[in-house]
């Protein structure tokens, strides 16, 4: 109903949809429904998934093809080397029941829909057994920072409301600050054991797009803060507001950077002489995970 202005007194329908379409999909997909638990944010797909209702529960035969299936996915992982240089024996060394173990926690994942989490327990079946030395800190920290950075991405996107965005908001900050804390604890080991040890720096692409992203994930997390936080810093809330897309923009760049540190992580010295991890399988665990957040970016909050 219009006003004598002529000007409708309330917003047109489905304007909310629209605010609420994914780059891929349609208005409505991939958002927090109102009574919906943010938790479910974090494995919200962009697309509907086909229903798996009637298909029973799996047979032993399946089960145990499953974990046969996903534990030489672990296997594949690793360039099949005959001999291992005397000095790396230990990081060499493998255990089988603690990679079967992997194997299970992965199917289990995969068969609840947890795919991220299965790709996770996937790189993490790749790192050395115990004994761990200073450098193992290293990929665990970078590894689990930016676990919770991608929590922190996927926990904020599908917000549709006032209210979902201010929780939302508060969670991403938090996770983020997590995150950055587990990236300086992971850059600061790394540091310390090439001082320790007169190791040369910047040997290696992987070291430069560290450093790289290390500055640029500072930088992104001050200003996201201070809009946040402190928005008179940039004149006030409304103009805070106005860049919101930009700190957006520039997030999503960034994780395309740390993917990049992931594969060409798959170059250095380390790996290739203990690790062994196969640059195309973190080629496509990469892709997978951006397939996983790209096509929920919402049109609306980037400005399109």
């Given amino acids: 109903m219009a006003s004598a202005t002529g000007i409708p007194q309330q917003p047109p329908a489905g304007r909310g949809d629209e605010e609420s379409e994914p780059l891929l999909g349609r208005p409505g997909d991939a958002s927090q429904k109102p009574a919906a638990s943010i938790a479910k944010n974090l494995i919200l797909a962009p697309f509907p998934s086909p229903s798996t209702k ?26 099949a080397t005959p001999t291992c240089p005397s000095r790396h024996l230990q990081q060499c060394s493998r255990l089988p029941s603690a990679r079967n173990t992997m194997a299970k926690l ?16 996937r790189v993490g079946s790749s790192l ?33 409301t006032a209210e979902q965005k201010k929780v939302g908001q508060k969670l991403h900050a938090g996770l983020n600050f997590l995150a950055l804390a587990s990236f ?8 310390y054991k090439k001082i320790r040890s007169n190791g040369a720096h910047f040997k290696s692409p992987h070291a430069y797009i560290g450093v790289v992203a290390s500055i640029w994930q500072i930088l992104q997390y001050l200003v996201g803060f201070t809009m946040y936080g402190t928005p008179q810093l940039y004149g006030g809330e ?55 957040i790209y096509p929920r970016i919402k049109k609306q909050k980037l400005g399109l």
């Fill in 184 to 191: 300086i604890v992971g850059v600061g080991s790394i540091e």
């Fill in 128 to 160: 050395p057994a115990p004994p761990y030395i200073l450098f193992s800190v290293h990929p665990l920290a970078q590894s689990f920072g930016l676990l919770v950075l991608i929590q922190s991405i996927l926990i904020v996107q599908p917000t549709v």
């Fill in 54 to 79: 009637g298909r029973g529960s799996a047979s032993a035969t399946e089960h145990q093809s499953g974990v046969r299936a996903y534990s030489y996915g672990i296997s594949s992982l690793h360039e």
């Fill in 238 to 292: 409304a103009k805070a507001k106005a860049i919101w897309k930009y700190h957006r923009i520039s997030g999503y760049g960034l994780l395309l950077l740390y993917m990049a540190a992931v594969t060409s992580a798959t170059k250095t010295d380390y790996n290739v002489n203990v690790l062994g991890l196969k640059l195309w399988a973190a080629i496509v665990i990469a892709l997978l995970i951006l397939a996983g």
């Fill in 106 to 121: 992965m199917y289990w994942c995969r068969r609840r829909g947890w795919r991220s989490f299965a790709r996770c327990v």
